[in-house]
């Protein structure tokens, strides 16, 4: 940690900040400039966190050196995470592709999608039985309804199933129906949610927020794992810039950054990230390209009739097709 | 709602959306261009915000034309919203300042910044017992411990209080101890939560989202309002932009827009909107004079002690001073 | 300058940077952190700007300690600059308003928008003669017929006049004409331009680049002061957000900022900085109260039949009622 | 395009308008809502382009259903565009590289550069000459001393040569020496610019903006084929988020997208893009995959001494690997 001064701090405000520096059991290291002092900290400077320095007098400016996760860093823990659920494999060179509707509707909805998505290539089913919704006036999903439709199709079709928990109070319910819980984006800062999950017994795909930084994802992640499942994947599903022509901006730099800062597999959503139908198809094989772990896209039977994002929607024939697309971009990567 | 056709739509496409219009008791209106048709809908088009018109075949785009919330609207409701707690008014022509730490500490920080801000005209004590931090590492927050000094301490300065819940499962008992429940900006779009505070007897201020839009920030009012809960404040806190010299971009564009867009009261906080402690005295005042029903400002008896935030927080003096100042703007206001 | 080496960098990529920078005359000092090395450099770093020391071997990052510009910086200059034009001042606790169309169209309606806006208090009159149009089949400007128009009107009323400038071949025409250059925010980082209106003998009025830092902002009055012009005006104009309600989001935060870090006047221009009408009041009581220096407002006799910025311009009348509340808040802040 | 109106308008504001319409020649038709009236206008709505409809009373809000670029449109030609320079081809399923370093430093280094990537397949050499820099007291470039150096490399070792052109009276003497002129980011919006390199006779690289719309980048590609220069490449290199851990946010979407609304060839500079060296692989091969046609790649023989943007220069040695890489993924694409 570097500490700036301000040009005109006096004498005292730096020999004040060196006395309570010492106190804390670090070592502080004054480098006087022509302009201005600056005073290096060694040591744990950990136990500096909530010391608000800033506040001192005379000090302009903070400057952090490290980090601020740990577990989720890969200066911990050098080789991939592989996350395994049953046989499937996530992570470390393996490439799953989850699909499904945005929610939940009917068995006959899930069951024919299952099949024709797993037919594809795809490991893991999706669907919302809980939706996060803008406007209060949109269907808010089957609820636990949802959740026993998703298990039954995942068995019966042999599929592993994803599904998104809201609330502290669902997770235990949404952890006995499915394989990978899923925080959205809207919660990858509800911390309560976090935690919760983090004591939970299974997988965890953590979404990245709409504006969150790639540190605030993986100090995300850092919250989950702190609690003792270290079984998280992250997800990469577009941020919100300026640009309105697409819902919003999937974000691959930070994919292939989470992956040299992480050991943690990065899985990519194509159907928010862009919002468009057409572009979901360049997207996902860009996502192969730059290294992903996965994608997770949306799919259903008739997206005219969705409930949910059918704007973003694949058919079960376009998605074939997406997946033929991937197979030859990953099978060069090899 | 307008429904634009792509240019290349066939005749076919085009009925089959009339008819589909039709059935949901709706009128559609063609206009035939030079380029391509658009379809205008009458009737109650919130029948078709889960319709995803948008999938249908030769459909480009579909343009929204009225706003998705209606209860947080001033079209429904033209005089200003009043929100009453004991003998204090927020919006209306009436201007409140609320203040305190970022997080209660313990009672003697809370009892001597209660006094503090009582004397320079603060009717609200402000106090975070649970804290939503980035890091997993940083303090946490009091908890109940916290709302309970927080309850005897504006019990014995006569003050009123708020406090942040983050899950639904405080909520009963966060509204116990305080007289306004606040929804922090990283919970703008937790629905279950705002349902959950929808359903509680006690006013909520809802901070904006980092990255809400103004709509989006209405729209998360209607869910509060849709449970019951008329008495919602919203408050302005700073978005997020490209900027980095300010901690977030607080948008006083925002703040005059939803005086215009809606009824609620609208408060600002100065602190966390530009995370720099001498930004926050002009801002205040920018605050009054853009029409602001009140303020949200930090104050820490010892800001360079404080657990969180110190960065961005008053001394009481200097708070004194901001008061003051925004005073002389109030005035000339009138 | 401080540089954070990596953890894994090895003694001799220390020691090789230890040696450049001592070969450029500026002294390291090195601390040995707990997991990596730190070296801050002293003396005068100015000579490290144009060298990569990122590239370095071992070397993470490179973090800068002071601001680049030093021109336009308060730390040079503690008190305000003043830009007098005939007999009017701009800074240093005068405030002036500009006002006037967005384009140019022609003497007569020039000359009725002059005299109301003269008589409501305004003392520079704006008006485009050369327009950047994001479509190249908009009305791009009278030009040079403009200009005569403009300075006439500005004699026979008694106004100083103000009109962009958009390319180095035009600078000196436009300064026979005009008593203020104004360079537009696109034009913020077109380096020619600022250094050629630098060499200009009439004083120049910057607007903000949509998406600039305020350090860039700065940067670029460092360019225009760097060639002998000192007389420099700031202008916020609004930044590019995500949000999408109002055009821009006009950033009062950064008037605050830029009066701290730097001695020159600074201007906020409602009209782009919102692009609505009905926001343009409260924006510019807001800015009055931030501590700004004028006001530059779009005022059209006839809105709707306006060439260029229609939407955003106010009637002679509107404007006559925001004079009369900024001389409110104007008062007040003595 | 369709008229909003508010849902207080009178029946004379309907009229007024539609009296409007009509004096245009064009053809209104309303339809009354539940809420308010929306007016469709039928016709060549190009001629309301300067005319603010939005202005007139009773108007709340004007929706244009047509992109305002034509040339530069997919629509108007739906063949790809190949842009030829002698032997080389771009655009079209073919696939250009062009390297080399920031800014053109003297001989030795060009020369050095141009083999080395040359030999690793790159058909183009880039080099500043004219380099805009944020601080006035950064490395400016050689000027005609550069573009000497540049020409005469490009003929030695037999590559195409692109350099930037920052300024109206420049673009001749450019356009003698190089084959391609570059118009870097912060001149997308110079329209004088882009007028001037219209009328040359040498193909354009148009850079987008670093907060500009995809929309807005076509209209600055008119601007240029208004004049009748039709060689017009597209380069996507990065745009401004919040995120900061990347200098910009290399925007694939825009890439993909740009593609569908345009037949112009659209290169990626992975570079600028992400302005950091270890996600220039993974980014170059994700843009291969998305269906970029060529990438432009900063290669320094010594990158720790570049003069200018050393951070995210390669070495020959890390381009020769990109250049296998993207090949790899190139032959999965056929």
């Known amino acids: 940690m570097v500490i700036v001064m301000k040009p005109e701090a006096e004498k005292k405000d730096i020999e004040n900040i060196l006395k309570y520096i010492k106190e ?191 540190e605030e994802w993986l100090n995300a992640a850092e919250y989950i794992m702190k609690e003792g499942n270290y079984d998280v994947i992250l997800c990469e599903r577009g941020i919100r810039t300026f640009e309105t022509y697409t819902r919003n901006t999937l974000d691959l730099n930070a994919v292939a950054a989470a992956k040299n800062l992480s050991h943690l597999p990065v899985i990519v959503d194509p159907s928010h990230g862009t919002g468009r139908r057409e572009l979901i198809e360049p997207m996902s094989k860009a996502a192969v390209a730059v290294g992903a772990d996965g994608l997770i896209i949306e799919v259903h039977p008739h997206p005219e009739r969705a409930l949910s994002d059918g704007a973003q929607s694949l058919t079960p024939v376009e998605f074939e097709r997406v997946c033929r697309e991937v197979k030859r971009i990953l099978s060069a990567m090899k």
């Open 24 to 214: 804390l059991g670090l070592t502080p290291h004054v480098i006087e400039g022509q302009e201005r002092a600056v005073i290096g900290v060694i040591g744990d400077v950990s136990v500096l966190a909530d010391k608000p320095v800033i506040s001192m007098d005379g000090v302009e400016n903070v400057v952090r050196i490290s980090v601020p996760y740990k577990l989720a860093s890969r200066m911990l823990k050098r080789e991939d995470t592989v996350v395994k659920v049953d046989d499937v494999e996530i992570g470390g060179g393996n490439f799953v592709i989850m699909a499904g509707p945005c929610a939940v509707e009917s068995y006959e909805q899930m069951i024919e999608t299952a099949r024709a998505v797993k037919k594809s290539g795809a490991k893991v089913l999706r669907g919302g039985a809980y939706k996060p919704r803008t406007s209060p006036y949109s269907f808010q999903g089957l609820e636990e309804e949802g959740l026993k439709i998703l298990k039954q199709v995942g068995k019966e079709v042999g599929m592993l199933t994803i599904s998104e928990v809201v609330d502290t109070q669902h997770v235990e319910k949404v952890a006995e129906y499915v394989d990978i819980l899923q925080i959205g984006s809207r919660n990858m800062q509800n911390f309560q949610l976090l935690t919760e999950v983090g004591k939970a017994k299974k997988p965890v795909m953590l979404k990245r927020g709409l504006s969150s930084t790639i």
